[in-house]
């Protein structure tokens, strides 16, 4: 069964903002434990975008992110991406590495502590919507890249493209007081696990 | 003279009389077709997502497949005066952004796209006069019609005009 983005109930567009509330609330736990420091988190936005508008959520197509991207297969499929500026992921790796961080811009030690960042954090995103809805969801191993928002993005576009011409994106934004870290989790599933998503969550 | 600049998003593809220019935005693994009649100056842009529309339901929206955009992009340049013998092509995008240990078709996504442009280009019979592709960045592109120069921008990889 398929079905359509667009005739989405309003209740069922707040169940899955309440699913990535959840989600990154777990997440930015983490981050908090990580860091030692308080972190806060926005509510979440659920949208439905044309492919053109998504890589405007993250300050135009051209901005510079940091994106650590997985795929998600199990009792739902689909994509998940951890993005966050590059002015933020230098914010975080100094907190989190401070003398250790390497000199040149984003050098190896760097790339591999923000991969694991993002596997951290959207690890315990999925490990607690998998608690939630009781269902059974495995992630890849992180793959990260550091470019323009466009280019980064289009991965996980290309795959949904196979099935349709929007996304359903749910959008979770993070900050972190003083040093203004902006953090994103965008979890895209696949069409044909939408149904299956919300059928478990009880508002099919 | 002003020149008015259009911006060609995913999955779009138009074509322009002179003068104009044509711009894609963070091109990644799509590939950018730039379609060029150098006599009449009509320029065509497409920003493809995927190699082919054959294997996919949905399949409505025909900018975004490699074989079905290029045919309706060189429609449209015809349409606007282009001579088809005189259509020549260059191309750039079609990077791998992620690496994963285990390369599997989906995420060859880049290079399969570029194979099926260079394959539609041909069967239309348009030569590929210059191109970048593939690597691991993303470009922004820019095709000028008063010379059908394209300017390639990247994060750390430099401009690359072709």
């Known amino acids: 069964m398929t079905m359509d983005y667009q005739n989405m109930t309003s209740m069922q567009m707040d ?8 989600g990154a609330g777990n997440a930015v736990t983490a981050l908090s434990k990580m860091l030692d420091k308080k972190v806060n988190m926005e509510v979440p936005r659920v949208s439905i975008l044309e492919f053109r508008e998504v890589s405007e959520i993250l300050g135009g197509a051209e901005a510079e992110v940091t994106g650590v991207y997985f795929r998600m297969e199990g009792d739902i499929s689909g994509n998940i991406m951890f993005l966050l ?3 933020s992921s230098n914010a975080l790796l100094d907190m989190l590495m401070g003398t250790y961080r390497d000199n040149d811009k984003f050098g190896e ?21 998998s608690t939630m809805t009781g269902m059974n969801i495995k992630i890849s191993v992180p793959a ?3 470019d323009m928002a466009g280019a980064v993005l289009s991965v996980p576009i290309i795959q949904f493209g196979h099935m349709g011409d929007s996304v359903l994106l749910i959008e979770t934004h993070f900050f972190e007081g003083k040093t203004h870290v ?7 599933p696949d069409l044909e696990s939408f149904a299956n998503l919300l059928e478990k969550l009880g508002v099919a | 003279m002003t020149v008015g600049i259009t911006k060609i998003g995913i999955a779009e593809a138009r074509a322009a009389r002179d003068p104009a220019v044509l711009v894609t935005l963070g091109l990644g693994s799509c590939v950018g077709v730039c379609l060029y ?5 009509i320029i065509g842009m497409a920003h493809i997502m995927l190699p082919s529309s054959i294997e996919i339901k949905n399949n409505s929206n025909r900018a975004k497949f490699a074989d079905t955009a290029i045919e309706m992009l060189i429609k449209e340049m015809l349409g606007l005066g282009a001579n088809k013998g005189r259509i020549t092509a260059k191309i750039a995008g079609g990077a791998q952004m992620f690496s994963f240990k285990s390369a599997n078709d989906l995420m060859r996504i880049g290079e399969r796209n570029v194979e099926a442009v260079r394959r539609e280009l041909k069967k239309h019979s348009v030569e590929i006069v210059a191109e970048d592709v593939g690597g691991s960045y993303g470009r922004t592109i820019e095709f000028y019609s008063k010379n059908g120069e394209l300017h390639i921008k990247t994060i750390g990889h430099g401009i690359n005009v072709i």
Request: no cysteine.
């Open chain 2, 37 to 41: 009649d150098r006599f009449k100056r």
């Open chain 1, 85 to 87: 500026p590059v002015d």
């Open chain 1, 144 to 146: 990260l890249a550091i």
């Open chain 1, 109 to 129: 030690m760097s790339l591999s502590a923000l991969e694991e960042i993002g596997n951290i954090l959207t690890g315990s995103y999925i490990s607690s919507l």
């Open chain 1, 182 to 188: 902006k953090g994103n989790f965008l979890l895209i």
């Open chain 1, 15 to 22: 169940v899955l903002k309440e699913l990535g509330n959840i």
